[in-house]
């Protein structure tokens, strides 16, 4: 039988001397180092989407048209109580006109508009 020319694959590999597994790998400078965004320089370094603006949705407008020859229906409702519900192309549009006033008149959103003045 002869002796194995390679360690398994399986068994952990030596590290060159004087560098310790545990420590992180020196940077790499030059065309493959990391870029890291200069203070006070504008880039396209994208705010944290996950982060709460303090914005919440009041009021919702829920449209279904299923296809050709149905009937189509709104569903319009916010947190000041309303809650108006359309059948038949003409009424849907009528409620879609309303729900698009009731957002500029609502009274959840006059007190959003004076506390941002």
Known sequence: ??????PPANS???TPAGISPAEP????????AP???AEGVLS?????PRADDGRR???????????????????????CGRNLFAAG??????LIADHDR????????????SAAA
């Not at 039988?1 to 390679?6: F, I, K, V, Y």
């Not at 192309?89 to 009528?94: E, I, V």
């Not at 957002?103 to 007190?111: I, Q």
Request: aromatic share 4%; proline share 14%.
């Open 1 to 6: 039988m002869t002796a194995r020319e390679h």
């Open 12 to 14: 952990p590999t030596k």
């Open 25 to 32: 790998a020196p940077t790499p400078h030059g065309p493959g």
């Open 35 to 37: 870029k890291v965004v």
């Open 44 to 48: 396209s370094v994208r705010p944290d």
């Open 57 to 79: 949705p009041i009021a919702w407008l829920h449209i279904t048209a299923p296809g050709r020859g149905t009937t189509p229906t709104v569903r319009s409702w916010c947190w």
């Open 89 to 94: 192309q003409t009424r849907a549009l009528a």
């Open 102 to 113: 009731h957002r500029t008149t609502c009274p959840l959103r006059a007190d959003d508009r």
